[in-house]
T-cell receptor, first 115, second 113 residues
């Protein structure tokens, strides 16, 4: 099992460019999440998908869009990148959103720099 | 609102020293509490968890006890190793408001040989 995989690992964009971060999990989990990690701020939730076919905004959704392509895949899109979106992005999954004592499983992250 | 507060780092210890990383929380209802660890260049992984008051989570020599009266979940290890060098995140999930996970800011631990 690969767990949660993310591509790319690193990316440099210019202001205004667009890109999509890909995430896939092979654990048959229902729920998937996108976080950003900034120094001193822990992880902040961007969007999540409680189950296939549903998506909801998290704490910091502005400037991002998501697509739950199927049960395995959950992508994050930056339509017009800004320097404030320079961060490390993590995808995560969990068995089921409603089981609040279940942990989340994280991918290795994508380090994004916007110039 | 719901929040998690961790002690600021970095924490620097010598090998075999005792480790405590403090974590306190504010939450409505009865949260589940977690410690995640992030090794350099990797994503977070679960270290331990506790789902109700007085539960003790333990793994790899680390322990934390869910203290409802003090709203705390401090992480401890009796004898740290160089391989424990990482960033440690305290987190909570609440059974209301969408079951979101709320993370602390993280505490970086350096262990010297």
């Amino acid at each position: 099992n690969a767990g949660v995989t993310q591509t790319p690992k690193f990316q440099v964009l210019k202001t205004g460019q667009s890109m999509t971060l890909q995430c896939a999990q092979d654990m048959n989990h229902n729920s998937m999440y996108w976080y950003r990690q900034d120094p001193g701020m822990g992880l902040r939730l961007i969007y999540y998908s409680a189950s296939e076919g549903t998506t909801d905004k998290g704490e910091v959704p502005n400037g991002y869009n998501v697509s739950r392509l199927n049960k395995r895949e959950f992508s994050l899109r930056l339509e017009s990148a800004a320097p404030s979106q320079t961060s490390v992005y993590f995808c995560a999954s969990s068995e089921r959103e409603a089981i609040y004592y279940n942990e989340q499983f994280f991918g290795p992250g994508t380090r994004l720099t916007v110039l | 609102g719901n929040s998690v507060t961790q002690m600021e780092g970095p924490v620097t210890l010598s090998e075999e020293a005792f480790l405590t990383i403090n974590c306190t929380y504010t939450a409505t209802g009865y949260p589940s509490l977690f410690w995640y660890v992030q090794y350099p260049g990797e994503g977070l992984q679960l270290l331990l968890k506790a789902t109700k008051a007085d539960d003790k989570g333990s793994n790899k020599g680390f322990e934390a006890t869910y203290r409802k009266e003090t709203t705390s979940f401090h992480l401890e290890k009796g004898s740290v190793q160089v391989s424990d060098s990482a960033v440690y995140f305290c987190a909570l999930r609440i059974p209301t408001g969408g079951f979101k996970t709320i993370f602390g800011a993280g505490t970086r631990l350096f262990v010297k040989a």
